[in-house]
Each structure stands twice: as structure tokens, then as C-alpha cells.
């Protein structure tokens, strides 16, 4: 009952506004907005001999990824540390395995690969064709002519596996940042109300703070179900997570205390995200809650160590709450 009550409330303040505000622009954004284009995602490749085919095949490549040739394998692995360019392959048929790749992340890498060896493949299938079918260079080349259309030819369902938007990692700050607002709306409404201050308010705490994270969840649901991209389990473990993360917050801080950290970790928050291309700081990104949920897209294992952990502190604080009454 009291948790309809507290629903009920959270839909007359500012900050559901706000909620609802922050989601109809990144619909917006992500419905308008496509951030890539032809090269933006430079490929270094280095040859050891001379493939003269995959390497004019690569570098006539017009997709998203740009392929540089590179006369030495250490200034590509330096461009890779130094960020001028994703990714690098180095091209060498006489060994057992022949491509190593070096540059790799949670978003492209796999994508980047496909694209490499696909260009790879083509080469060789158009040589065991040949042999198979005994072709030369131009018999080969006028029978490609005139079956490309057939063999590659797709129809292709506009979806946004194609769109490279931030869709993730923005919902997720600003989820973490609804959560912080949630916060202190609380606090604000304890200096208007003494109900907290007694054992049934405290008792209520928890109520109050989900009220507005379940309100917060099912707008942002929409850019769930927005984007196939979007796993809505972990979407749901995370809301769960900033739940009982807003329950802890309300216990062990006060209202100045939260106010003047409130806006350094907001800013911490959606810096740390650039950490992650960072390994030697790559821990550090993820003491932020906001980032277990973009890395759980890569292993689920940063979500569920974040729900066990506040969960046990939760579950003592109100343990403690419960036979005292002073938290």
C-alpha cells in the first residue's frame, strides 16, 4: 500500500518530468543520430612477404573499416597503444597461423574480423572456383560478372545492428543519474516531513526509493524494447542493482554530504566510461555501477558480483534498522 502511495507521489514531481524528458531526446538522438561513416574505424595491416591481392583488395575496401598498409610491425603496434589506429593485423602465410590481430575491444573487434577475413576468403574461393572449374583470370572474371547479382544479392531489413549510437552506455548514466535524483528527492522530503524520522518512516525507506527506480525502469524500458541490441535481463539486474544501491545511499549519508558529492560523482560516472579502453585502469571503471552494466554485456559476472554485494550490505542495514533506532 504504501509503495502505490509513494508511486503515486513520485508521478507528481519535477523529477518524473525529467525522466520522461531525458528519454524522449535519446529516442530522439538515436532515431536521428548515426555516428559512423565510411573509415571511420582505421586498420592497420602488416604484410611479412608480399600478398599483392589481399592487400589491394583491403585497401580499396570502402565499409566502415579503413585498412592502412604498414612497412613495420612495431610502428603499427605503436599506433595501436597511441590510439591512431583500432585495430592491426599482421599477415604472415608461413607460419601455422597465419593473422594475428592486435587491438581489440567490447564493441568492434569481432566485427572487425569478420571483415578482414571475408576479404581473405573471397580471394581463395576465387582460386579454388578457378581450379575446380579450370578457368582462366577473364573466363573467371566474365562469369563473376555476371552472377554477382544472383549470388550477392540481399535484401536488407533496416534494424540497428547497423547504427553505431551510444544507446548502452548513455542510458546507462542516465539511469545512474535518475537514481542519484531519487536520492535526494528523499532527503528534500525529509526536511519537509518528520515521518522518516520515525521507526515506521524508516521502515518505509526502502519503499519509497523503489517507488521511483520501478517508475524510472519502466520508462526506460522503452529503450529496451527500443533496440534489439538492448539485453532487457540485464537491463532489470541493473535496475535492481541501482535500487538497493539508492536504499544504501539514503541510510549511511545525510542530505550536505550527499549534495556536495552528488555532482563529482556524476561527472566521475560518465568519465569513467572512457576508462575502459584503459587496462591498466580498467579497475577503476569498474567500481562504478553504471559500468558493471555496460561490461555485463561481455560477461554477466560484473552485474551479479554488484547485486551479491549490495545486497549483503542492504540486508544489514536493515538488520540494523530493525533493532535500532538510530541509522
Not at 569478420?114 to 573471397?122: A, M, R, V
Not at 549511511?252 to 560516472?269: E, G, N
Request: net charge positive.
Amino acid at each position: 500500500m504504501r509503495f502505490v502511495i509513494f508511486v503515486k507521489r513520485y508521478f507528481k514531481t519535477p523529477l518524473f518530468l525529467i525522466v520522461c524528458l531525458s528519454v524522449v531526446i535519446l529516442c530522439f538522438l538515436y532515431q536521428n543520430s548515426d555516428l559512423t561513416m565510411p573509415g571511420n574505424i582505421k586498420v592497420g595491416v602488416y604484410f611479412n612477404g608480399d600478398d599483392k591481392r589481399l592487400s589491394e583488395k583491403l585497401l580499396a575496401k570502402n565499409s566502415y573499416f579503413k585498412y592502412y598498409k604498414y612497412d613495420s610491425i612495431a610502428n603499427m603496434k605503436d599506433d595501436v597503444k597511441k590510439k591512431k589506429i583500432s585495430y592491426s593485423f599482421s599477415v604472415d602465410f608461413s607460419k601455422e597461423v597465419p593473422f594475428t590481430i592486435f587491438g581489440s575491444d567490447d564493441k568492434f573487434s569481432e566485427v572487425a574480423k569478420e571483415d578482414f577475413y571475408s576479404t581473405y576468403f573471397e580471394i581463395l574461393s576465387e582460386k579454388y572456383t578457378r581450379d575446380l572449374l579450370n578457368l582462366n583470370e577473364q573466363d573467371y572474371q566474365k562469369m563473376f560478372d555476371s552472377q554477382i547479382n544472383r549470388t550477392y544479392k540481399f535484401k536488407y531489413v533496416e534494424s540497428d545492428v547497423s547504427k553505431i549510437f551510444p544507446l548502452r552506455e548513455i542510458s546507462a548514466v542516465l539511469l545512474f543519474i535518475s537514481m542519484l535524483l531519487v536520492c535526494l528527492d528523499f532527503f528534500n522530503t525529509m526536511d519537509t516531513s518528520d515521518f522518516f524520522a520515525t521507526f515506521a518512516g524508516r521502515k518505509s525507506r526502502f519503499s519509497f526509493v523503489s517507488s521511483g527506480m520501478f517508475v524510472n525502469c519502466m520508462v526506460f524500458s522503452i529503450i529496451a524494447f527500443l533496440s534489439s541490441s538492448v539485453n532487457i535481463i540485464n537491463f532489470m539486474i541493473y535496475n535492481i542493482i541501482l535500487t538497493i544501491l539508492a536504499f544504501i545511499i539514503i541510510c549511511i549519508s545525510d542530505r550536505d554530504i550527499f549534495i556536495k558529492s552528488m555532482p563529482i560523482v556524476v561527472m566521475m560516472s560518465s568519465i569513467s566510461i572512457f576508462m575502459s579502453k584503459i587496462q591498466r585502469v580498467r579497475w577503476i571503471y569498474l567500481l562504478f555501477p553504471s559500468n558493471s552494466y555496460l561490461a555485463s554485456y561481455s560477461s554477466i559476472l560484473t552485474l551479479v558480483i554488484y547485486l551479491v554485494i549490495t545486497s549483503i550490505i542492504a540486508l544489514l542495514l536493515k538488520f540494523k534498522n530493525r533493532f535500532s533506532f538510530e541509522i
